[in-house]
């Protein structure tokens, strides 16, 4: 077999075999295939698409390109959650122990932030002590000790899909349905769970911008996982503005906590009652989602969500005293409000931009190698549909340094839109696909 035909073949619009597919992957991860063979190959799919069974042959090879985690040890139906990112999207922290409590077994490998979305293992270390670097074994321990683990990818997981992240991303190939479907499904499939919900977010702040083009991919991820054998479930959900309040690593810590304590915002808790009562039925531990619902509202109410949170940060090394002294967490030295420069209701955030200011501020990294500060962020005070005055404050900002405060406040304020007439909220989860 030979790439160059390959790469023709594709590039005339005729569909890839398996066997094709898998001497590509196997052969580009082991570097037999250079990034030029790769690249032209990643545009003709590009341009000519790939039918389904393409899709989860590549998804399948991608996942099967390096470690995959045997769960087995661990009893129960392991599930696990996914969010395309956004902009405040601290889910896992409150979702993750939510569901524990429910019985459900939570053994999670979730990554670092990069850009303007954030990653959890950052907000977890806002904890003094937490680490994710913790071994297979002490992960599995933990999830049959207490039913929830999160960890660091150390793991070599779907290296084909690194490798190839890569260079779509500086080839322009990044924002193919098949391609996204198939780089996410890999690395889900090789983390071993059993059963998989999936956040997939669409506005200004997600990837997938509009609706439309987040039900396909749901759609697509949803038929690789269940082509996989795993229970598969998306749940589509607007990123048209930051999640919840706050942005920030330990802001959003301090959030999920306080959602834990029944005091969480309104678009937050639909997010983690939606996602999670899917996860407590996929678990098997509800025969209905309203059941489901019913028992994860009753976790928050008599705390054991709460507690849950604290015996995953104290199994992990974080001292829990923060879980219920939140002052214990990073804190900025300086604190200051946003005040609006206009007066009307807000028409439009731009997601993105939120996240920007956070990464300016210290919060975010710029580049892999990046030190980021864990206290650093904002805390909105209004919101889409909010009416706003002159001089009133749309945001407590969290920084570290007066200039990169100038900065941030400056562009904070730049990313909101104001009209004279009440709008309309739209709906804050979109649909489920399953
Ligand atoms: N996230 C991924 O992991 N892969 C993509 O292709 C896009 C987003």
């Known amino acids: 077999m030979r790439m160059y035909d390959l790469i023709m073949k594709k590039r005339n619009g005729a569909d890839l075999t398996k066997e094709e597919i898998n001497f590509m992957i196997s052969e580009y991860t082991a570097g037999k295939i250079p990034d030029y063979q790769m690249s032209a190959m990643m545009m003709a799919i590009y341009f000519q698409g790939m039918n389904e069974e393409e899709t989860a042959a590549l998804t399948i090879a991608m996942a099967n390109s ?112 098949s391609l996204i479907a198939s780089s996410i499904m890999s690395k889900k499939l090789a983390s071993g769970a059993d059963a998989i919900v999936l956040d997939v977010k669409t506005g200004s702040g ?27 479930v998306a749940v589509v959900s607007d990123m048209d503005q930051p999640l919840g309040f706050a942005v920030g690593n330990a802001l959003e810590v301090k959030e999920a906590i306080e959602t834990l304590q029944g005091n969480g915002p309104k678009d937050f808790v639909k997010l983690c009652m939606t996602l999670g009562s899917q996860m407590v039925v996929a678990g098997g531990k509800a025969d209905t989602l309203e059941q489901a ?109 007066e200039k990169k405060l100038g900065v941030a406040k400056e562009r904070f304020l730049k990313a909101y839109t104001f009209c004279d007439k009440q709008i309309e909220k739209s709906d804050f989860i979109k649909g489920i696909v399953q």
């Open 206 to 232: 997600a990837f997938m911008k509009k609706e439309e083009d987040a039900f396909t991919l749901a759609k697509e991820m949803v038929t690789l996982g269940k082509h996989a054998g795993r229970k598969t």
């Open 293 to 401: 619902e019913e028992m994860l509202a009753r976790a928050i109410e008599e705390g054991t969500a709460l507690r849950k949170l604290a015996e995953f940060v104290e199994a992990q090394g974080g001292n829990p005293a923060a879980v219920y002294d939140t002052s214990l967490l990073p804190q900025a030295a300086i604190v200051e409000e946003i005040c609006s420069e206009k007066e009307g209701y807000i028409e439009k955030i731009v997601c993105d931009e939120i996240g920007i200011c956070s990464l300016i501020l210290g919060g975010g990294r710029e580049t892999k190698e990046s030190e980021i500060d864990l206290s650093v962020g904002l805390v909105l005070h209004k919101k889409v549909g909010d009416y706003v005055r002159v001089g009133e404050s749309l945001a407590t900002i969290h920084a570290n340094d």
């Open 66 to 177: 390096g470690d995959m985690l045997d769960l087995s040890a661990i009893g129960g139906t392991k599930v696990d959650k996914h969010s395309t990112g956004g902009v405040g999207d601290k889910t896992s922290i409150a979702l993750g122990p939510m569901v524990a409590s429910c019985g459900v077994k939570i053994a999670k490998m979730s990554g670092r932030g990069l850009g303007h979305t954030g990653g959890t293992i950052d907000k977890l270390e806002s904890f003094e002590g937490f680490s994710t670097g913790i071994s297979s074994k002490h992960f599995i321990d933990q999830v049959n000790r207490i039913g929830i683990s999160i960890m660091g990818q150390t793991l070599d997981l779907a290296p084909a899909d690194k490798k190839l992240y890569a260079l779509r991303d500086v080839t322009a190939t990044v924002d193919n349905m």
